[in-house]
């Protein structure tokens, strides 16, 4: 379902030089398979959730989503194969304040060309609890709330591939369970393969697959092996 191969992320430094953030030889999810994603901050997590998305451009590799190479694509063309098959939990939620829940949801499905497929749009809603808060702003709901229209929303396009980048940070203990509980079992039931991004170890415990990044992105490997030497030196 998502390949990655000799995948690497760079930046242009002020003096002209590469700054290395990927450096991936190969990685691969399966279709509908679930798979955790943790590592230490600055070891590209987010960044490489960005590439899958198209959001961002690698430097070079390739990125093969459902037999397509998303990363020669020009950016209008990502844009429109992410509306179509990948569906996004942002950190932040990204919800349109002016907006209830329930156009949340069907704005989401416009975007994928799907038009507003109202029905589907309540009964995600009402899957994730939210039934009674169709036509309330985010401004009107919880934060927990907030987050399960976004998880909502992500669903919206029936995408191949969800990608959750720390879904349960901004949310109260209390909701945090109900928020993976809920992207978990809708991945599931409509067998969509799950990315989810993580620093906590309790929400990883709950995944069968869990990948270190440092394992998988060889400029993190490094770093990390860098900086146990420092420790062993000092």
Not at 82 to 97: D, K, S
Not at 101 to 117: C, K, S
Not at 131 to 141: E, T
Not at 201 to 212: S, T
Request: some cysteine; charged content about 25%; proline content about 4%.
């Amino acid at each position: 379902m998502l390949e990655l191969r000799n995948l690497k992320k760079s930046y242009k430094e002020p003096d002209g030089g590469e700054l290395p953030i990927l450096d991936v030889p190969r990685w691969s999810v399966d279709a509908g398979e679930q798979v955790v994603v943790v590592g230490p901050s600055g070891c590209g997590k987010t960044t490489l959730l960005h590439i899958i998305a198209g959001i961002l451009r690698p430097t070079s590799g390739q990125v093969l989503i459902d037999g397509w190479n998303t990363a020669i694509l020009n950016e209008s063309e990502r844009d429109q194969f992410r509306a179509r098959r990948i569906g996004y939990v942002f950190q932040t939620f990204n919800l349109l304040p002016g907006f209830t829940a329930l156009e949340n949801v069907q704005l989401g499905m416009a975007f994928a060309g799907r038009g507003h497929d109202r029905k589907r749009a309540i009964s995600l809603l009402e899957r994730v609890g939210l039934g009674h808060r169709l036509h309330h702003k985010p401004g009107q709901m919880s934060v927990g709330e907030q987050q399960r229209v976004s998880v909502a929303r992500a669903l919206a396009n029936k995408p191949k591939l969800v990608l959750a980048d720390e879904p349960t940070a901004n949310v109260d203990v209390g909701n945090q369970q109900l928020v993976v509980d809920m992207l978990r079992n809708t991945c599931r039931d409509e067998n969509v393969a799950l990315i989810l991004v993580t620093h906590s170890p309790a929400v990883a415990d709950q995944f069968e697959r869990v990948d270190l990044l440092t394992d998988v992105n060889l400029v993190a490997k490094q770093k990390l092996e860098e900086q146990d030497r420092d420790v062993l030196q000092g």
